[in-house]
């Protein structure tokens, strides 16, 4: 079946702008997760989602992260005012439920380059 | 300590060899563990979930030391295709299943 699938593969943009990265998980998972990882660098936990509901925010980087999950299923990360030490690898997760320790299924990854 | 810690590597092997990769964590509560498997520049993929002492699937066995709180990942008779990023991963206990993952271990396998 459909894995999850990230979106854009890779996204270069000027330091200063915004940009939009979106998620589509598996359908029928209830959790959602959003890792970075840079370069030599482990992944980094950012936010998760039970639903389209996300309590936990104090992973985001800074105030210039947000994200969003609507209707359950697709979630957006959004980076205002993109600057260079947010080039990364955003990867994308999502699993059955939250409340049992299932497997995690990753995206292909968004590939951010901020120049 | 780091919540997570492994050794990056690269382990450099010939095929056929047995490698064993440690990895140890700071969260004495954590209960259940797992190896992630990375490809360059490809996702995370799970490998195998370390629930009590141990786990064994065909070649590889991952091994649990709750006393000295670390995790290891031994693989027999290294095929070519096993060159990738090993990556140790630790709930951490906060109410939902937040991963921790270690830096990885890359292992380059050679004929």
């Known amino acids: 079946g459909a894995g999850v699938s990230q979106s854009p593969s890779n996204k270069v943009t000027e330091k200063g702008k915004d940009v939009e990265l979106r998620c589509d998980p598996i359908?029928?998972?209830?959790?959602l997760y959003w890792y970075r990882q840079s370069l030599g660098q482990g992944l980094e936990f950012l936010i998760y989602?039970?639903?389209?509901?996300?309590?936990?925010k104090s992973g985001l980087p800074s105030d210039r992260f947000s994200a969003e999950r609507t209707g359950g299923s697709v979630s957006t990360l959004t980076i205002q005012r993109t600057q260079q030490e947010d080039s990364a690898v955003y990867l994308c997760?999502?699993?059955?439920?939250?409340?049992?320790?299932?497997?995690?299924?990753f995206g292909p990854g968004t590939r951010l380059t901020v120049t | 300590r780091k919540e997570v810690e492994q050794d990056p590597g690269p382990f450099n092997v010939p095929e056929g060899a047995t490698v064993a990769f440690n990895c140890t964590y700071s969260n004495s509560a954590s209960q259940s563990f797992f190896w992630y498997r990375q490809d360059c520049r490809k996702e995370p993929k799970l490998l195998m979930s370390?629930?009590?002492s141990g786990n064994e699937d065909g070649r590889f066995t991952a091994q649990l030391n709750r006393a000295s709180q670390y995790i290891s990942l031994l693989i027999r008779d290294s095929k070519l295709s096993d060159s990738a990023t090993y990556l140790c991963?630790?709930?951490?206990?906060?109410?939902?299943?937040?991963?921790?993952f270690g830096t990885g271990t890359r292992l380059l396998v050679s004929p």
């Open positions: 991963v630790v709930p951490r206990n906060t109410g939902f299943q937040k991963l921790v």
């Open positions: 989602f039970q639903g389209n509901s996300a309590p936990d």
């Open positions: 359908s029928g998972h209830t959790a």
């Open positions: 997760a999502s699993s059955l439920e939250l409340v049992t320790l299932d497997e995690q299924y």
């Open positions: 370390v629930y009590s």
